[in-house]
Nanobody, 126 residues
Framework: VQLQASGGGLVQAGGSLRLSCTASGHSFSRYAIAWFRQAPGKEREFVAAIGRSVGSIHYTDSVKGRFTASRDNDRKTVYLQMNSLKPEDTAVYYC????????????????????WGQGTLVTVSS
């Protein structure tokens, strides 16, 4: 599996963006997909992850209620709908994939993901 992230851009505070992470290759449905972000001068951090089973989704506290992750296995795509964006959401957003069994806990650590996309820049102006 290879990943391509897209959908970043410049938006005003309070606005919305939808990021996409599209995979090429086989067996996309076997993968947990996570979003991480790296702000200027900061370390990369976990944002959200979506697993194989319905309802298997986890968000970092700072985006709960504002961001929504979803997946379309037929399109081999995971989405991150970002609403009520804040300047502190400014970062390069990366998607990452890890093959998991259906009942596995949802991975949230960077080191657990072996496949990464190239990143897409989100800039939120105040």
């Amino acid at each position: 599996v290879q990943l391509q992230a897209s959908g970043g851009g410049l938006v005003q505070a309070g606005g919305s963006l939808r990021l996409s992470c599209t995979a090429s290759g086989h067996s996309f449905s076997r993968y947990a997909i996570a979003w991480f972000r790296q702000a200027p001068g900061k370390e990369r951090e976990f944002v959200a992850a979506i697993g194989r089973s319905v309802g298997s989704i986890h968000y970092t506290d700072s985006v709960k209620g504002r961001f929504t992750a979803s997946r379309d296995n037929d399109r081999k795509t995971v989405y991150l709908q970002m609403n009520s964006l804040k300047p502190e959401d400014t970062a390069v957003y990366y998607c990452a994939a890890k093959s998991v069994i259906l009942t596995a806990p949802l991975p949230q650590g960077q080191g657990e993901y072996g496949i990464w996309g190239q990143g897409t820049l989100v800039t939120v102006s105040s």
